[in-house]
Protein backbone atom coordinates (compact mmCIF):
# COMPACT_ATOMS: atom_id res chain seq x y z
CA UNK A 1 0.00 0.00 0.00
CA UNK A 2 1.53 3.36 -1.30
CA UNK A 3 1.91 6.02 1.70
CA UNK A 4 -0.29 8.99 1.98
CA UNK A 5 1.26 12.30 2.46
CA UNK A 6 -1.12 13.54 5.76
CA UNK A 7 -0.73 17.72 5.97
CA UNK A 8 -2.71 20.66 6.17
CA UNK A 9 -3.31 22.64 3.22
CA UNK A 10 -1.33 26.25 3.17
CA UNK A 11 -4.37 28.59 4.18
CA UNK A 12 -4.95 26.67 7.25
CA UNK A 13 -6.69 28.76 10.00
CA UNK A 14 -5.27 27.74 13.34
CA UNK A 15 -6.35 29.57 16.30
CA UNK A 16 -8.64 29.76 19.50
CA UNK A 17 -12.16 30.31 20.50
CA UNK A 18 -14.08 31.72 23.18
CA UNK A 19 -16.81 33.53 24.52
CA UNK A 20 -18.07 36.98 25.83
CA UNK A 21 -19.90 35.64 28.71
CA UNK A 22 -16.72 33.26 29.56
CA UNK A 23 -14.43 36.05 29.47
CA UNK A 24 -14.98 39.55 29.12
CA UNK A 25 -16.64 40.23 32.82
CA UNK A 26 -17.66 43.45 33.20
CA UNK A 27 -21.13 42.79 33.10
CA UNK A 28 -22.31 45.93 34.10
CA UNK A 29 -20.37 48.10 31.79
CA UNK A 30 -20.56 49.89 28.86
CA UNK A 31 -24.66 49.98 29.18
CA UNK A 32 -25.02 45.81 29.08
CA UNK A 33 -27.96 44.67 30.31
CA UNK A 34 -28.28 41.10 31.84
CA UNK A 35 -28.43 38.10 30.13
CA UNK A 36 -29.48 34.44 31.18
CA UNK A 37 -26.02 33.82 31.53
CA UNK A 38 -25.46 36.49 34.36
CA UNK A 39 -28.28 34.97 36.27
CA UNK A 40 -26.32 31.58 36.88
CA UNK A 41 -23.64 33.53 38.14
CA UNK A 42 -26.07 34.93 40.67
CA UNK A 43 -26.84 31.74 42.02
CA UNK A 44 -24.97 29.65 45.15
CA UNK A 45 -22.84 26.99 43.42
CA UNK A 46 -24.59 24.15 45.05
CA UNK A 47 -28.39 25.42 43.50
CA UNK A 48 -26.52 26.44 40.18
CA UNK A 49 -27.08 22.84 38.59
CA UNK A 50 -30.96 23.32 38.99
CA UNK A 51 -30.54 26.48 37.01
CA UNK A 52 -28.27 24.74 34.55
CA UNK A 53 -30.32 21.50 33.54
CA UNK A 54 -33.86 21.90 31.96
CA UNK A 55 -35.78 24.49 33.33
CA UNK A 56 -36.26 27.07 36.46
CA UNK A 57 -39.27 29.11 37.19
CA UNK A 58 -39.60 32.42 36.78
CA UNK A 59 -39.86 33.14 40.44
CA UNK A 60 -35.94 30.96 40.61
CA UNK A 61 -34.40 33.28 38.70
CA UNK A 62 -35.98 36.75 40.14
CA UNK A 63 -35.14 35.31 43.39
CA UNK A 64 -31.85 34.74 42.24
CA UNK A 65 -31.20 38.23 40.88
CA UNK A 66 -32.74 39.60 43.92
CA UNK A 67 -31.23 37.96 46.63
CA UNK A 68 -27.34 40.11 47.03
CA UNK A 69 -26.19 36.95 48.91
CA UNK A 70 -26.39 35.18 45.59
CA UNK A 71 -24.12 37.33 43.91
CA UNK A 72 -21.45 34.83 43.56
CA UNK A 73 -18.02 35.13 41.41
CA UNK A 74 -16.86 34.25 38.34
CA UNK A 75 -18.44 35.20 35.30
CA UNK A 76 -19.79 38.71 36.07
CA UNK A 77 -16.56 39.40 35.81
CA UNK A 78 -14.46 36.75 33.63
CA UNK A 79 -11.07 37.01 32.98
CA UNK A 80 -11.06 40.35 32.29
CA UNK A 81 -10.26 40.84 28.68
CA UNK A 82 -12.94 43.42 28.49
CA UNK A 83 -10.26 45.57 29.67
CA UNK A 84 -7.35 43.08 28.71
CA UNK A 85 -8.06 42.22 25.42
CA UNK A 86 -4.98 44.55 23.80
CA UNK A 87 -2.23 42.51 25.53
CA UNK A 88 -4.28 39.44 25.22
CA UNK A 89 -4.29 39.90 21.27
CA UNK A 90 -0.42 40.69 21.62
CA UNK A 91 0.21 36.91 22.96
CA UNK A 92 -1.89 35.89 20.48
CA UNK A 93 0.19 37.34 17.40
CA UNK A 94 2.91 35.62 19.89
CA UNK A 95 1.45 32.23 19.40
CA UNK A 96 1.03 32.61 15.76
CA UNK A 97 -2.46 33.24 15.57
CA UNK A 98 -3.93 32.87 11.69
CA UNK A 99 -7.77 33.48 13.54
CA UNK A 100 -9.11 34.13 17.35
CA UNK A 101 -13.05 33.14 17.43
CA UNK A 102 -14.90 35.53 19.53
CA UNK A 103 -18.66 35.49 20.57
CA UNK A 104 -20.56 39.25 20.47
CA UNK A 105 -22.48 39.46 23.93
CA UNK A 106 -26.07 40.34 22.55
CA UNK A 107 -27.30 42.36 25.63
CA UNK A 108 -24.04 44.77 25.01
CA UNK A 109 -25.88 45.48 21.60
CA UNK A 110 -29.66 45.47 22.84
CA UNK A 111 -29.39 45.35 26.65
CA UNK A 112 -32.82 44.28 27.09
CA UNK A 113 -33.29 42.41 23.57
CA UNK A 114 -35.98 44.85 22.82
CA UNK A 115 -34.64 48.14 22.05
CA UNK A 116 -35.35 49.73 18.80
CA UNK A 117 -31.90 51.43 18.51
CA UNK A 118 -28.54 49.55 19.51
CA UNK A 119 -26.24 50.64 22.30
CA UNK A 120 -23.68 52.81 21.17
CA UNK A 121 -21.06 51.86 23.55
CA UNK A 122 -21.41 48.39 22.75
CA UNK A 123 -20.87 48.88 19.30
CA UNK A 124 -17.72 50.57 19.70
CA UNK A 125 -16.16 48.50 22.01
CA UNK A 126 -16.61 45.40 19.46
CA UNK A 127 -15.30 47.72 16.79
CA UNK A 128 -12.06 48.27 18.77
CA UNK A 129 -12.08 44.52 19.64
CA UNK A 130 -12.08 43.50 16.10
CA UNK A 131 -9.64 46.64 14.70
CA UNK A 132 -6.91 45.43 17.26
CA UNK A 133 -7.26 41.68 15.70
CA UNK A 134 -7.21 43.11 12.55
CA UNK A 135 -3.76 44.88 13.30
CA UNK A 136 -1.90 42.16 14.39
CA UNK A 137 -3.05 39.54 11.54
CA UNK A 138 -5.81 37.86 13.00
CA UNK A 139 -8.79 37.05 11.10
CA UNK A 140 -11.98 37.51 13.40
CA UNK A 141 -14.50 34.29 13.43
CA UNK A 142 -17.81 35.89 15.30
CA UNK A 143 -20.56 33.78 16.59
CA UNK A 144 -23.39 36.07 17.05
CA UNK A 145 -24.95 34.24 19.74
CA UNK A 146 -23.26 32.03 22.49
CA UNK A 147 -25.60 31.08 25.41
CA UNK A 148 -25.99 34.52 26.51
CA UNK A 149 -29.73 35.70 25.15
CA UNK A 150 -31.18 38.98 26.88
CA UNK A 151 -32.76 38.25 30.44
CA UNK A 152 -35.55 40.13 29.40
CA UNK A 153 -36.18 38.20 26.49
CA UNK A 154 -36.75 34.95 28.81
CA UNK A 155 -38.56 37.01 31.27
CA UNK A 156 -40.81 38.62 29.06
CA UNK A 157 -41.41 36.06 26.47
CA UNK A 158 -40.27 32.51 28.10
CA UNK A 159 -37.70 32.60 25.31
CA UNK A 160 -36.86 30.93 22.17
CA UNK A 161 -40.48 29.39 22.24
CA UNK A 162 -42.32 32.83 21.64
CA UNK A 163 -41.77 33.60 17.85
CA UNK A 164 -41.24 37.39 18.58
CA UNK A 165 -37.65 36.50 19.14
CA UNK A 166 -37.00 35.75 15.99
CA UNK A 167 -37.72 39.28 15.25
CA UNK A 168 -35.26 40.68 17.86
CA UNK A 169 -32.80 38.51 16.83
CA UNK A 170 -32.68 39.93 13.44
CA UNK A 171 -32.78 43.09 14.14
CA UNK A 172 -29.48 42.22 16.33
CA UNK A 173 -28.39 40.15 13.83
CA UNK A 174 -28.21 42.66 10.80
CA UNK A 175 -27.10 45.90 12.84
CA UNK A 176 -23.55 43.77 14.14
CA UNK A 177 -23.54 42.51 10.56
CA UNK A 178 -23.89 45.53 8.77
CA UNK A 179 -21.81 47.31 11.54
CA UNK A 180 -18.91 45.36 11.36
CA UNK A 181 -18.84 44.10 7.39
CA UNK A 182 -15.48 45.76 6.27
CA UNK A 183 -13.82 43.56 9.59
CA UNK A 184 -15.50 40.44 9.65
CA UNK A 185 -15.05 37.38 6.79
CA UNK A 186 -16.28 34.52 9.39
CA UNK A 187 -19.77 34.71 11.08
CA UNK A 188 -21.33 31.90 13.23
CA UNK A 189 -25.41 32.20 14.21
CA UNK A 190 -25.68 29.83 17.16
CA UNK A 191 -23.23 28.03 19.08
CA UNK A 192 -23.84 24.34 19.90
CA UNK A 193 -27.57 25.44 18.58
CA UNK A 194 -28.24 21.16 19.59
CA UNK A 195 -27.95 22.00 22.71
CA UNK A 196 -31.07 23.59 23.42
CA UNK A 197 -32.55 19.97 23.82
CA UNK A 198 -29.84 19.26 26.92
CA UNK A 199 -29.90 22.77 28.52
CA UNK A 200 -33.06 24.88 27.66
CA UNK A 201 -33.24 27.67 29.43
CA UNK A 202 -29.11 28.81 29.09
CA UNK A 203 -29.47 28.05 24.98
CA UNK A 204 -32.78 29.36 24.49
CA UNK A 205 -34.29 31.33 28.10
CA UNK A 206 -36.92 28.80 28.29
CA UNK A 207 -38.92 29.03 31.78
CA UNK A 208 -41.28 26.69 33.23
CA UNK A 209 -43.76 28.49 34.19
CA UNK A 210 -44.26 29.84 30.55
CA UNK A 211 -44.60 26.28 29.40
CA UNK A 212 -48.10 24.66 29.37
CA UNK A 213 -48.38 21.84 31.73
CA UNK A 214 -46.92 18.65 29.97
CA UNK A 215 -45.94 20.28 26.97
CA UNK A 216 -42.12 20.71 27.94
CA UNK A 217 -40.74 19.07 25.03
CA UNK A 218 -42.92 20.21 22.18
CA UNK A 219 -42.18 24.27 23.67
CA UNK A 220 -38.33 22.97 23.17
CA UNK A 221 -38.71 22.07 19.57
CA UNK A 222 -40.79 25.36 19.02
CA UNK A 223 -37.61 27.18 20.44
CA UNK A 224 -35.61 24.97 18.32
CA UNK A 225 -37.59 26.16 15.37
CA UNK A 226 -37.11 29.37 15.72
CA UNK A 227 -33.86 29.19 16.54
CA UNK A 228 -33.47 27.52 12.83
CA UNK A 229 -35.60 30.42 11.25
CA UNK A 230 -33.37 33.03 13.36
CA UNK A 231 -30.09 31.25 11.73
CA UNK A 232 -31.34 31.23 8.81
CA UNK A 233 -32.53 34.95 8.55
CA UNK A 234 -28.74 35.91 9.62
CA UNK A 235 -27.40 34.20 6.85
CA UNK A 236 -29.66 35.96 4.56
CA UNK A 237 -28.99 38.86 5.95
CA UNK A 238 -25.24 38.14 5.97
CA UNK A 239 -24.95 37.26 2.31
CA UNK A 240 -27.09 40.59 1.58
CA UNK A 241 -25.22 42.44 3.40
CA UNK A 242 -21.38 41.36 2.51
CA UNK A 243 -21.52 38.54 -0.51
CA UNK A 244 -17.59 38.52 0.45
CA UNK A 245 -18.41 37.10 3.97
CA UNK A 246 -19.00 33.66 4.88
CA UNK A 247 -21.22 32.21 7.99
CA UNK A 248 -21.79 28.91 9.12
CA UNK A 249 -23.99 26.79 11.70
CA UNK A 250 -22.00 25.28 14.83
CA UNK A 251 -23.02 22.09 16.66
CA UNK A 252 -21.85 20.17 19.56
CA UNK A 253 -20.30 17.81 18.16
CA UNK A 254 -20.84 14.46 19.48
CA UNK A 255 -20.39 10.68 18.26
CA UNK A 256 -22.65 7.71 19.36
CA UNK A 257 -21.07 4.46 19.14
CA UNK A 258 -23.87 1.36 19.68
CA UNK A 259 -23.10 -0.29 23.04
CA UNK A 260 -22.76 -3.53 21.36
CA UNK A 261 -23.48 -4.68 17.60
CA UNK A 262 -26.79 -5.95 18.55
CA UNK A 263 -28.86 -4.15 16.10
CA UNK A 264 -31.33 -2.34 18.49
CA UNK A 265 -28.01 -0.57 20.28
CA UNK A 266 -26.96 0.10 16.47
CA UNK A 267 -30.37 1.64 16.37
CA UNK A 268 -30.40 3.45 19.69
CA UNK A 269 -27.10 4.91 18.41
CA UNK A 270 -28.27 6.56 14.95
CA UNK A 271 -31.05 7.71 17.07
CA UNK A 272 -29.10 9.52 19.31
CA UNK A 273 -26.63 10.95 16.49
CA UNK A 274 -29.49 12.48 15.11
CA UNK A 275 -30.12 14.45 17.58
CA UNK A 276 -27.24 16.40 16.41
CA UNK A 277 -27.82 15.88 12.52
CA UNK A 278 -31.16 17.16 13.17
CA UNK A 279 -29.74 20.67 13.15
CA UNK A 280 -27.21 20.74 10.91
CA UNK A 281 -29.64 19.15 8.39
CA UNK A 282 -31.68 21.80 8.29
CA UNK A 283 -29.08 24.31 8.36
CA UNK A 284 -27.06 22.99 5.85
CA UNK A 285 -29.70 21.36 3.61
CA UNK A 286 -32.53 23.78 4.13
CA UNK A 287 -35.59 21.49 5.52
CA UNK A 288 -36.89 19.05 8.02
CA UNK A 289 -35.36 15.57 8.12
CA UNK A 290 -37.90 12.73 7.31
CA UNK A 291 -37.07 10.97 10.43
CA UNK A 292 -37.98 14.02 12.25
CA UNK A 293 -41.33 13.23 11.48
CA UNK A 294 -41.89 9.97 13.25
CA UNK A 295 -40.58 11.43 16.41
CA UNK A 296 -42.71 14.40 16.33
CA UNK A 297 -45.90 11.96 15.96
CA UNK A 298 -44.80 9.62 19.06
CA UNK A 299 -44.16 12.56 21.11
CA UNK A 300 -47.69 14.55 20.35
CA UNK A 301 -45.08 17.40 19.44
CA UNK A 302 -47.16 19.45 16.65
CA UNK A 303 -45.21 22.55 16.11
CA UNK A 304 -45.66 26.08 14.50
CA UNK A 305 -44.12 26.41 11.03
CA UNK A 306 -45.25 29.03 9.30
CA UNK A 307 -45.15 28.43 5.28
CA UNK A 308 -42.60 31.36 4.57
CA UNK A 309 -40.22 29.52 7.64
CA UNK A 310 -39.96 26.49 4.74
CA UNK A 311 -39.09 28.82 2.45
CA UNK A 312 -36.47 30.97 4.42
CA UNK A 313 -34.97 27.20 5.67
CA UNK A 314 -34.87 26.49 2.00
CA UNK A 315 -33.22 29.49 0.82
CA UNK A 316 -30.64 30.12 3.38
CA UNK A 317 -27.86 27.71 3.62
CA UNK A 318 -25.01 28.12 5.55
CA UNK A 319 -21.80 28.44 3.90
CA UNK A 320 -19.77 25.67 6.31
CA UNK A 321 -20.44 23.48 9.24
CA UNK A 322 -18.61 24.04 12.47
CA UNK A 323 -18.11 22.13 15.50
CA UNK A 324 -16.98 21.56 19.10
CA UNK A 325 -15.40 18.34 19.62
CA UNK A 326 -14.35 17.04 22.99
CA UNK A 327 -15.62 13.30 23.68
CA UNK A 328 -17.36 10.53 22.12
CA UNK A 329 -20.38 9.06 23.44
CA UNK A 330 -22.35 5.30 23.99
CA UNK A 331 -25.80 4.30 23.26
CA UNK A 332 -28.00 1.24 23.94
CA UNK A 333 -31.42 0.29 24.01
CA UNK A 334 -32.82 1.33 27.49
CA UNK A 335 -32.83 -1.87 29.15
CA UNK A 336 -29.17 -3.02 29.00
CA UNK A 337 -27.86 0.72 29.58
CA UNK A 338 -24.71 0.35 32.23
CA UNK A 339 -22.77 2.73 33.71
CA UNK A 340 -22.95 6.10 33.43
CA UNK A 341 -20.36 8.69 32.32
CA UNK A 342 -20.12 12.36 32.47
CA UNK A 343 -20.06 14.47 29.26
CA UNK A 344 -20.44 18.51 28.75
CA UNK A 345 -24.20 18.66 28.96
CA UNK A 346 -25.32 15.25 28.22
CA UNK A 347 -24.77 12.00 30.17
CA UNK A 348 -24.00 8.77 28.91
CA UNK A 349 -22.46 4.95 28.74
CA UNK A 350 -18.94 3.97 30.00
CA UNK A 351 -16.55 3.59 26.94
CA UNK A 352 -14.37 1.23 28.27
CA UNK A 353 -11.70 1.21 25.31
CA UNK A 354 -11.21 5.08 26.75
CA UNK A 355 -9.68 7.08 29.43
CA UNK A 356 -11.29 9.85 30.92
CA UNK A 357 -10.62 13.47 31.55
CA UNK A 358 -10.38 14.71 35.47
CA UNK A 359 -14.59 15.55 34.64
CA UNK A 360 -14.87 12.47 33.07
CA UNK A 361 -14.98 13.13 29.36
CA UNK A 362 -14.14 10.06 27.36
CA UNK A 363 -10.91 10.92 25.40
CA UNK A 364 -11.69 9.78 21.61
CA UNK A 365 -9.67 11.79 18.75
CA UNK A 366 -10.47 8.76 16.21
CA UNK A 367 -13.71 9.78 17.15
CA UNK A 368 -12.86 12.94 15.35
CA UNK A 369 -11.57 11.78 12.06
CA UNK A 370 -14.85 9.28 12.36
CA UNK A 371 -17.01 12.55 13.14
CA UNK A 372 -15.72 14.69 10.36
CA UNK A 373 -16.14 11.74 7.99
CA UNK A 374 -19.91 11.44 8.70
CA UNK A 375 -20.39 15.55 8.20
CA UNK A 376 -18.36 15.93 4.93
CA UNK A 377 -20.11 12.99 3.56
CA UNK A 378 -23.57 13.97 4.12
CA UNK A 379 -23.18 17.65 3.36
CA UNK A 380 -20.15 18.43 1.04
CA UNK A 381 -19.73 21.54 2.52
CA UNK A 382 -16.14 23.12 4.52
CA UNK A 383 -15.78 22.12 8.21
CA UNK A 384 -14.45 24.10 10.37
CA UNK A 385 -13.48 22.58 14.13
CA UNK A 386 -14.04 25.81 16.11
CA UNK A 387 -13.88 24.15 19.50
CA UNK A 388 -11.51 21.52 21.14
CA UNK A 389 -9.35 20.78 24.08
CA UNK A 390 -8.72 19.73 27.44
CA UNK A 391 -10.28 20.92 30.82
CA UNK A 392 -7.94 20.24 33.50
CA UNK A 393 -6.38 21.28 36.84
CA UNK A 394 -3.02 22.94 35.96
CA UNK A 395 0.19 23.23 38.50
CA UNK A 396 2.13 26.27 38.94
CA UNK A 397 5.59 25.90 39.81
CA UNK A 398 7.43 27.71 42.01
CA UNK A 399 9.32 29.21 39.44
CA UNK A 400 5.76 30.46 37.14
CA UNK A 401 6.40 27.02 35.18
CA UNK A 402 3.27 25.35 34.54
CA UNK A 403 4.47 21.60 33.09
CA UNK A 404 0.84 20.65 31.29
CA UNK A 405 2.08 17.83 29.01
CA UNK A 406 -1.01 16.11 29.27
CA UNK A 407 -3.05 19.08 27.47
CA UNK A 408 -0.27 18.61 24.85
CA UNK A 409 -0.66 14.97 24.46
CA UNK A 410 -5.08 15.25 23.99
CA UNK A 411 -4.00 18.01 21.09
CA UNK A 412 -1.29 16.52 19.40
CA UNK A 413 -3.55 13.61 19.64
CA UNK A 414 -6.81 15.38 18.32
CA UNK A 415 -4.60 17.35 15.32
CA UNK A 416 -3.52 13.98 14.02
CA UNK A 417 -6.89 12.59 13.68
CA UNK A 418 -7.52 15.97 11.59
CA UNK A 419 -4.67 15.15 9.05
CA UNK A 420 -5.92 11.50 8.41
CA UNK A 421 -9.73 13.36 7.94
CA UNK A 422 -7.97 15.66 5.56
CA UNK A 423 -6.66 12.49 3.82
CA UNK A 424 -9.81 10.60 3.36
CA UNK A 425 -10.96 13.47 1.74
CA UNK A 426 -12.44 15.55 4.44
CA UNK A 427 -12.73 19.87 3.53
CA UNK A 428 -11.83 21.30 6.62
CA UNK A 429 -11.03 24.70 6.90
CA UNK A 430 -9.70 25.51 10.03
CA UNK A 431 -8.87 24.57 13.83
CA UNK A 432 -9.67 27.14 17.02
CA UNK A 433 -8.15 25.35 20.13
CA UNK A 434 -11.25 26.20 22.82
CA UNK A 435 -9.89 28.92 25.65
CA UNK A 436 -6.67 29.78 24.29
CA UNK A 437 -6.45 31.55 27.35
CA UNK A 438 -8.02 30.18 31.09
CA UNK A 439 -11.32 31.35 30.67
CA UNK A 440 -14.22 30.39 33.52
CA UNK A 441 -15.79 27.21 32.57
CA UNK A 442 -19.44 26.88 31.02
CA UNK A 443 -20.33 23.52 32.65
CA UNK A 444 -18.39 24.76 36.33
CA UNK A 445 -18.60 28.23 36.37
CA UNK A 446 -15.33 27.87 37.71
CA UNK A 447 -11.50 28.90 36.42
CA UNK A 448 -9.69 25.75 38.01
CA UNK A 449 -11.25 23.90 35.02
CA UNK A 450 -8.58 24.77 32.53
CA UNK A 451 -8.13 24.96 28.37
CA UNK A 452 -5.49 27.62 28.06
CA UNK A 453 -1.96 27.67 26.45
CA UNK A 454 -2.08 31.01 28.55
CA UNK A 455 -2.55 30.72 32.70
CA UNK A 456 -4.75 33.56 34.25
CA UNK A 457 -3.52 33.97 37.62
CA UNK A 458 -7.18 33.63 38.97
CA UNK A 459 -9.11 31.06 41.70
CA UNK A 460 -12.74 29.94 41.91
CA UNK A 461 -13.24 32.17 44.36
CA UNK A 462 -12.07 35.31 42.31
CA UNK A 463 -8.83 35.81 44.05
CA UNK A 464 -5.98 36.02 41.72
CA UNK A 465 -4.00 39.03 40.27
CA UNK A 466 -5.31 37.98 37.07
CA UNK A 467 -1.79 38.42 35.27
CA UNK A 468 -1.59 36.17 32.30
CA UNK A 469 1.50 33.31 31.50
CA UNK A 470 2.89 31.08 29.44
CA UNK A 471 2.81 27.34 29.71
CA UNK A 472 4.44 24.60 28.35
CA UNK A 473 1.88 24.06 25.84
CA UNK A 474 2.26 27.65 24.63
CA UNK A 475 5.69 27.14 23.23
CA UNK A 476 4.42 23.75 22.10
CA UNK A 477 1.31 25.68 19.88
CA UNK A 478 3.28 27.93 18.47
CA UNK A 479 5.73 25.43 16.80
CA UNK A 480 2.41 23.45 15.37
CA UNK A 481 1.18 27.03 13.76
CA UNK A 482 4.18 27.82 12.98
CA UNK A 483 5.39 24.26 10.90
CA UNK A 484 1.39 24.27 10.03
CA UNK A 485 0.71 21.04 11.55
CA UNK A 486 4.38 19.70 10.68
CA UNK A 487 5.75 19.71 14.49
CA UNK A 488 3.24 18.25 16.61
C1 LIG B 1 -18.83 24.02 25.01
C2 LIG B 1 -19.21 25.47 25.05
C3 LIG B 1 -18.14 26.39 25.55
C4 LIG B 1 -17.14 25.80 26.50
C5 LIG B 1 -16.82 24.34 26.28
C6 LIG B 1 -16.09 23.69 27.42
O1 LIG B 1 -19.96 23.22 25.21
O2 LIG B 1 -19.55 25.95 23.77
O3 LIG B 1 -18.76 27.57 25.96
O4 LIG B 1 -17.23 26.22 27.78
O5 LIG B 1 -17.96 23.58 26.00
O6 LIG B 1 -16.97 23.39 28.44
P1 LIG B 1 -16.66 23.61 29.97
O7 LIG B 1 -16.31 25.03 30.11
O8 LIG B 1 -17.89 23.24 30.64
O9 LIG B 1 -15.52 22.70 30.27
Known amino acids: MANVTLKFPDNFLWGGATAANQIEGAFDEGGKGLSVDDVIER ?8 LHLPFPTSKEVKDALADEENRHFPKRYGIDFYHRYKEDIALFKELGFKTFRISIAWTRIFPNGVEEEPNEAGLAYYDDLLDELRKNGIEPIVTLSHYEMPLHLSLEYGGWKNRVVVDHFTRYARTVLERYKGKVKYWITFNEINSILMSPF ?13 KLLEATFQAAHHQLVASAKAVEACHEINPEAQIGCMVLGMINYPDSPHPE ?8 QRKTFFFTDVQARGHYPAYMNRFFKEHDIELDIHPEDEHTLKNNLVDFVSLSYYMSTVSARPETAGEQAVGNILTNLKNPYLEASDWGWQIDPVGLRTLLNMFYERYEKPLFIVENGLGAFDKVEEDGSIHDDYRIDYLKKHIEQMKEAIADGVELIGYTAWGPIDLVSFSTSEMSKRYGFIYVDLD ?12 DSFYWYQRVIGSNGEEL
Not at 43 to 50: G, L
Not at 202 to 212: C, N
Not at 265 to 272: I, K, M, N, P, S
Request: glycine share 12%; charged share 45%.
Open 202 to 214: ISGGMLRDKVEEG
Open 265 to 272: DVHAALTD
Open 43 to 50: IKPEDRKK
Open 460 to 471: DEGNGTLNRSKK
